[in-house]
């Protein structure tokens, strides 16, 4: 058929949607996935496998699930039999007994209420108090499939259906994971880039806020600002008298805060500590306790890494009660999230105690994944410090490292050529190369002149000394060649 014939061409369809870009899953992804197809028709490569270090994909890359959650998944759902079993713990078997009686006919087959099962959302809430040390209230949270989802549904709540200088403007960070930037563009509204300090430990500085808001007022109108601690790429964590200023900031321009704590478990560098910002919000008193937030949390990171299970949460704090009204309306549309990714998040924030038979052997595991992130962090900032025409920051936190390349002239002069970024450039070469996907620092944004490129500290500790030993090798000639 004549494509003058459809409804949807490149043409017709939502220019929105033509703009949005999603670098973790981009071009260059695509590339690796057709290398894998290529290498299992048997074709003839530098490399025997592709080692995809583009995501945050735990169990991916060798995470072995923690024993505990896929008990309690196992038997919420076939309860019939397993319940009757030996072979599940007694705390496991309650955990499961409670999720199933707060489902509809005592099965995750049927759907919850929208925010999500109220049992689970009080057990979210216990896990918020005993972190933060404040109260939290079950009609303030809303459950989500990944965090992805509640945070688009809140940026959604921000926008003002206008277009031009009245569009809606978030402001997010540069590097910033690009869920923000394809969300912005996708929404039509208008993304206010702040630039971290990559000079230092890449710190989020007011001056750099107040920048960057004076210069977006004239083409839109400020809603809300995004911050994600620790980072994505960047792996920094704030403190907490980054955070009040940070808060300050919001109310002195009165934006709506978005903070995306989904690495809350993934601290590694001596001296720093997650602070939430309703904690700090909550110690600062009024006017600031008042303010709206909400902030995000996910099954898919920290020691769990339930990637494919889609569950998360936000909770939101302080709306007027006739907006908390709409909210209520927008996530009924979507019926609900996945239950199982709600029974996932259910275990993470009610884990075992330790009168519990399963205490030891979580825990164990827990402190093992997490104990492996650290030592790979660290390796990863030694390594790539030590490598010529590289620095990178220490990996703070997070799950990700984002070094800089420092590219002789002749490479940059290449890539123009080719009509690729620099960054974009070095990294289908080492694709192609080595069979190692990693993502463009340009995928995330970066302060123009620089080139920078993501890779996940995920596989495990031997592969990833090896693939970081190939990507030396690769580095090097790289260099040599444009020299």
Not at 289 to 303: D, I, T, W, Y
Not at 319 to 342: F, Y
Request: with cysteine.
């Amino acid at each position: 058929m004549d494509a003058r014939d459809k409804v949807l061409t490149m043409d017709t369809l939502n220019p929105c949607v033509r703009e949005m870009e999603y670098a973790v899953r981009g071009p260059i992804v695509a590339r690796a996935t057709a290398l894998e197809n290529e290498l299992k028709d048997g074709a003839d490569k530098p490399f025997k496998k592709v080692v995809k270090a583009n995501i945050g994909d735990c169990h991916a890359t060798g995470q072995k699930p923690i024993t505990f959650i896929r008990q309690v998944l196992a038997l919420v759902t076939y309860p019939d039999v397993l319940m009757n079993s030996p072979d599940f713990p007694d705390d496991a078997k309650d955990r499961a007994k409670k999720i199933l009686a707060a489902c509809r006919g005592g099965s995750i087959g049927s759907y919850s209420e929208s925010p999500g099962l109220l049992a689970i959302r009080t057990d979210i809430c216990a896990y918020i108090e005993n972190r933060d040390g404040h109260p939290s209230n079950p009609d303030d949270i809303i459950m989500s499939t990944g965090a992805s989802d509640a945070i688009k549904t809140i940026m959604t709540l921000l926008l003002t259906g206008k277009g031009g200088s009245e569009r809606a403007g978030i402001m997010i960070p540069v590097p910033q994971y690009p869920l923000y930037s394809a969300a912005i563009a996708e929404f039509n509204a208008y993304p206010i880039r702040y630039y971290l300090n990559e000079d230092n430990h890449w710190s989020l500085e007011v001056d750099e806020l107040k920048r960057a808001i004076k210069e977006a007022k004239p083409n839109c109108q400020p809603r809300a600002i995004c911050v994600i601690n620790p980072g994505n790429p960047t792996g920094q964590v704030l403190t907490k008298e980054n955070i009040e200023s940070v808060i300050k900031f919001a109310r002195d321009e009165k934006l709506f805060i978005l903070a995306d704590e989904v690495y809350q478990h993934n601290i590694w560098a001596k001296g720093s500590k997650f602070f939430s910002f309703k904690k700090v919000l909550m110690e600062m008193g009024e006017p600031y306790s008042s303010m709206e937030l909400a902030s995000f949390m996910s099954a898919s990171k920290g020691f769990m890494g339930e990637c494919g299970y889609r569950g998360g949460y936000a909770e939101v704090i302080n709306l007027v009660p006739e907006v908390r009204a709409q909210l209520t309306k927008s996530i009924s549309a979507k019926l609900c999230p996945p239950v199982s990714g709600q029974a996932v998040m259910d275990v993470i924030v009610n884990p075992p105690h330790p009168e519990e038979p399963s205490y030891e052997q979580f825990t164990k595991e827990k402190e093992h994944v997490l104990a492996q992130l650290k030592e790979k962090a660290k390796f990863v900032t030694e390594l790539f410090n030590s490598i010529e025409g590289i620095t990178c920051n220490e990996v703070q936190g997070a799950m990700y490292a984002f070094p800089r390349l420092h590219l002789p002239p002749k490479a940059v002069e290449a890539a123009k050529a080719a009509g690729k970024t620099p960054d974009s450039f070095y990294c289908f070469a080492l694709l192609e190369e080595m069979g190692i996907c990693t993502v463009p620092g340009s995928g995330f944004g970066e302060q123009p002149g620089t080139y920078h490129f993501r890779i996940t500290i995920l596989p495990q500790l031997d592969e990833l000394k090896e693939v970081l030993g190939n990507f030396k090798d690769f580095h090097l000639r790289f260099l040599a060649k444009y020299k």
